[in-house]
């Protein structure tokens, strides 16, 4: 059964304090990644998709990369507007996304 | 930007009444989807629609549960007879191609089955 594990579950960083948000996946013939970013009360936002190991994608302050087990989210010099729960979901041959429970960040000024 | 939109935000509803949930998804986009998400938990797929039937489905869709897209424009899911463990937020997608490709979503319909 494919599966999506992110940790930690929570982050709290101060403004400026860089981390990374851990996504672990086991998929049968993964054919995409993707991150999504979700604020209080609304639907997913798309930031990225990853398609095979090795593979960057940046955005702003966020970069994305993939291996073949596990795709990182690494957060630089973070700012209060970045706080929201992000999401990791990996598809494989089919339509469905399969999301993880996502990683609940708040950076305080 | 072309966004998603959804209808109502709220819906509150008996148990065993029959809701209809609705969404415009984006303009240029053949791809939708209905996924949900129960409070506290992960955002779960339901189902998936292009050229005008179901491509896939997940063990959740079950009988109770049907998608129509009546116009250009709309896209719904009826819930036929609502039970309480249907209350979550529940959330249109769409996307300009299928399978890999980054879906867009609305900000949700709030359902509540009391």
């Known amino acids: 059964e494919d599966q999506v594990t992110q940790s930690p579950e929570a982050l709290r960083l101060q403004e400026g304090e860089s981390s990374s948000l851990n996504c672990s996946y086991t998929v049968s013939g993964l054919r995409g990644l993707f991150w999504y970013r979700q604020d209080p009360g609304k639907g997913p936002e798309f930031l990225f998709t990853l398609y095979s190991a090795g593979e960057e994608k940046e955005k702003e302050r966020l970069k994305a990369t993939l291996t073949k087990k596990e795709s990182f989210l690494h957060i630089t010099a973070p700012k209060p507007e970045d706080s929201a729960t992000y999401l990791c979901?990996?598809?494989?041959?089919?339509?469905?996304?399969?999301f993880g429970k996502g990683t609940s960040l708040l950076v305080t000024p | 930007e072309p966004e998603v939109t959804q209808t109502p935000s709220h819906q509150v509803t008996q148990m065993g009444q029959e809701v209809i949930l609705r969404c415009v998804p984006i303009s240029n986009h053949l791809y939708f989807y209905w996924y949900r998400q129960i409070l506290g938990q992960k955002v779960e797929f339901l189902v998936s629609?292009?050229?005008?039937?179901?491509?896939?489905k997940s063990e959740i869709f079950d009988d109770q549960f049907s998608v129509e897209r009546p116009d250009g424009s709309n896209f719904t899911l009826k819930i036929r007879s609502t039970k309480l463990e249907d209350s979550a937020m529940y959330f249109c997608?769409?996307?300009?191609?299928?399978?890999?490709?980054?879906?867009?979503f609305g900000n949700g319909t709030r359902l509540t089955v009391t």
């Open positions: 997608a769409s996307s300009e191609q299928g399978r890999n490709s980054p879906l867009h």
């Open positions: 979901a990996v598809t494989n041959s089919g339509y469905a996304l399969n």
């Open positions: 629609f292009y050229n005008n039937e179901i491509s896939e």
